[in-house]
């Protein structure tokens, strides 16, 4: 079946198959991809899409990285996965 | 591609959202199709109700839209009733109680915790007394706002009352403009105070002269959301009274036409007006949306404009002020603009007991009580309930306010309402005021939408994140020197991130340094405008004092910032028409 997708709240939530899943102000763990920093600590302000890659959920987040201040829209990052009992967010590390 | 709101609007929007909203409230929450909540929700704003956030599902808040801000006679206590009896949640407020009021910075009444299954009983309730929550949420024309004392004030050129109404009356519930892209806010203006605030609307009137006549500025394009803060812009149009709603049918029009449906994010009119310029929308408003010749812009009074103008006269309607007709208004200072209940009901009987009933909502969250006489004046200035909603208020607690956050708001990164409300006593225990300080604008909003108007302030605080040894905590921007007036100015963001427990200190250490380095009565914004961008950072830094901050946790997290167990697993939600929980399997 189809996985739902929306951004919801003005884009302060990302929700999965009508359940809001992550939202904005979530600091996030993030390597490499962000910006100079090993590893950025990205405070999520927005979203600015969401997509799906069979069963795991993608999102680019906008919003800064606590380390060096740099802000701007991250790439694809991994929201979590779809599974037989629901949805599963990822934790840790980001990538 | 249409967005999935436009898709939603397409399929039901405006009036008929009400049937539906009726079936649900007959048939109880656990009837919405769970892939339908969304579509539903989005309809629902039309009518003023708004589902509250993740953790608090089958809840709503409730906006009522009220014109200008007037509350006639009997509307307020009906307004209590209403909370009392329907806005009461699983938890009390440790600051407000189990039911409470919060008058909002756009002259609207909002109540929270409200169940659907209420909804027909509390919509009866207030068309009786001619209350509405009709389009008080939604995309299409919002609460009208004003003067809040249009039609009692001794500054007044034109009173913007009856033009205020006609525009409710023309458009409200009006099917041709009930789906608009965005929502669309209204500003009218006929005092020489500039306290309609129209710089900051979608289409705002102000009052100017041509050959000899009293009539309108028409300005087009302002508003505050998402960091792209605008003024409303000068489109050189001015009109006589009796064609305000004509000219504010073609604005409409235009925006029904040319804003952009594809992207929410760039729909308001303030992005139009971006792209053509201002001579563009007049030009296309001639050619296409009026059939009279457009006059150029009349001679407006904004350089007389004292309302948040960052000078040392009134920049509110706090106090005890005369009316044209002899009788006095008297403006109350409500902190972060909530009140219990219980203090609603009051300030229902004080204004039956010495005005004529009526009551006002300001712009900046506090309330007016009109048409008292000279007579009764001193029986109503010793009223017990002006002890904690005082007439003369200290600088700190009249400049203080507050949006919603993450109490209820699903948008919002921090709590603010009970935040600000421990920030505006800490300052007024610990921090001197400045000499000559009677109003210091102290505005809190909980994300970018900007619901408390921070960057009109003299101190603009914006929710945000940080870490702080080692953990996530709720943190502010602090943006600095905002105010309106003839020379409107959005503040500068100056401290970015700070923790939240460091924001009293910050002010602190920043109105001292004000004390010391200002130039002879040089105001706060003033200063604040003199400094170079460097300087401005060098003003102060933000510091850990014995101001004690309770919610610098994820409350966004928590089903209810206050409950004991504010786990998200803990929440009550969704509950029935009685309040019990339904469970998810069901
Ligand atoms: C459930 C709670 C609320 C939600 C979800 C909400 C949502 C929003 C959103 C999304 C915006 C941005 C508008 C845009 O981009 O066009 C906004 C703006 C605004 N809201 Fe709210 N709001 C809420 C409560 C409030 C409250 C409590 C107030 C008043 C105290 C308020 C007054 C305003 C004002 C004045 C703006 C102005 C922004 C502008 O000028 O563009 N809202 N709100
Ligand atoms: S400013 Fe943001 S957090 Fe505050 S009420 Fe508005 S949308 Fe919610
Ligand atoms: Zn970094």
């Known amino acids: 079946m189809a996985t739902r997708l929306r951004l919801l709240d003005d884009a302060a939530w990302v929700s999965v198959n009508d359940e809001r899943a992550v939202g904005t102000s979530e600091v996030w763990p993030v390597a490499e991809s962000f910006c100079s920093c090993s590893l950025a600590w990205l405070v999520v302000e927005a979203f600015v899409d969401v997509g799906a890659d069979g069963r795991r959920v993608e999102a680019r987040p906008h919003g800064h990285c606590l380390n060096c201040g740099e802000s701007g829209t991250a790439p694809w990052l991994p929201v979590g996965k779809v599974t037989d009992d629901g949805f599963e967010l990822v934790e840790g590390v980001r990538r | 591609m249409p967005t999935d709101v436009e898709r939603w609007k397409d399929e039901v929007y405006g009036n008929e959202i009400r049937e539906h909203l009726f079936r649900f409230a007959e048939e109880g929450w656990d009837a919405i199709p769970e892939e339908e909540e969304d579509a539903w929700f989005e309809r629902f704003k039309w009518w003023g109700l708004y589902h509250q956030r993740k953790g608090q599902e089958s809840y709503f808040m409730m906006r009522i839209g009220t014109p200008n801000g007037v509350l006639e006679p009997g509307q307020l206590r009906t307004v209590a009733e209403v909370a009392d009896e329907y806005a009461r949640g699983p938890v009390d407020n440790p600051e407000f109680g189990a039911a409470y009021c919060d008058w909002t910075t756009r002259q609207s009444i909002q109540l929270h915790w409200i169940k659907l299954e209420d909804v027909p009983d509390i919509f009866e309730k207030l068309e009786e007394n001619d209350l509405t929550t009709q389009q008080a949420c939604g995309d299409s024309w919002r609460n009208i706002v004003g003067c809040p004392v ?22 409200k519930g009006n099917d041709a403009y009930s789906n608009l892209p965005r929502k669309w806010k209204v500003s009218v203006t006929g005092c020489d105070q500039g306290c309609g605030q129209g710089d900051i609307n979608d289409l705002a009137f102000e009052p100017a002269e041509k050959h000899g006549e009293l009539g309108f500025n028409v300005r087009v394009g302002g508003g505050l959301s998402r960091k792209e803060p605008r003024l409303a812009r000068d489109v050189d149009i001015w009109v006589p009274e009796e064609k305000a709603t004509d000219i504010a049918a073609a604005v409409t029009e235009l925006f029904n036409d040319h804003g952009d449906r ?23 408003l001639q050619e296409d949306y009026t059939d009279w010749d457009l006059e150029s812009a009349g001679d407006d009074l904004r350089d007389q404009y004292t309302y948040n103008a960052g000078g040392h006269e009134h920049g509110d309607h706090v106090g005890v002020h005369e009316q ?152 502010l921007d602090v943006g600095l020197g905002g105010g309106l007036g003839e020379n409107p100015h959005f503040a500068e963001w100056v401290e970015m991130r700070v923790p939240a427990d460091e924001v009293p200190g910050y002010i602190q250490n920043l109105l001292a340094t004000y004390e010391d380095e200002r130039q002879n009565d040089e105001t706060f914004r003033d200063f604040i405008q003199r400094q170079e961008e460097d300087a401005l950072q060098e003003l102060a830094d933000p510091e850990e004092t014995d101001y004690d901050d309770p919610y610098m946790h994820n409350t966004k997290m928590t089903w209810y910032p206050y409950a004991d167990d504010d786990d998200m697993d803990a929440s009550p939600a969704p509950t029935n028409g009685e309040g019990e929980p339904i469970s998810a399997d069901d």
């Not at chain 2, 009352?161 to 023309?170: G, R």
């Not at chain 2, 902190?335 to 004529?356: I, K, M, N, P, T």
């Open chain 2, 262 to 284: 594809d992207n929410r994010y760039n729909a308001r009119i303030k992005f139009l007006v971006d792209e053509w310029g201002a001579d563009k929308v007049r030009r296309v």
């Open chain 2, 150 to 171: 249009a039609g009692k004030d001794t500054h007044e050129h034109i009173d913007a009352w009856p033009v205020a109404e006609e525009l409710h009356e023309t458009f």
């Open chain 2, 324 to 475: 044209p007709d002899g009788n006095y208004y008297v403006g109350l200072n409500v902190l972060v603009g909530r009140q219990g209940v219980e203090d609603v009901y009051e300030l229902a009987d004080l204004a039956d007991e010495y005005g004529s009933g009526e009551v006002r909502l300001t712009q900046r969250q506090n309330v007016i009580v009109t048409d008292i006489p000279e007579e009764d004046l001193d029986d109503f200035l010793a009223a017990d309930l002006l002890e904690d909603y005082s007439p003369d208020p200290h600088p700190f607690m009249r400049g203080s306010i507050a949006c919603t956050g993450t109490e209820f708001c699903s948008l919002s990164i921090v709590e603010t309402k009970n935040r600000q409300v421990r920030y505006a006593r800490w300052l007024k225990e610990n921090v001197d005021v400045p000499d000559g300080v009677t109003d210091f604008h102290i505005h809190l909003s909980g994300c970018t939408a900007s619901c408390a108007q921070p960057q009109i302030a003299d101190i603009s605080l914006r929710g945000m994140k940080t870490r702080k040894d080692g953990e996530p905590v709720e943190a």
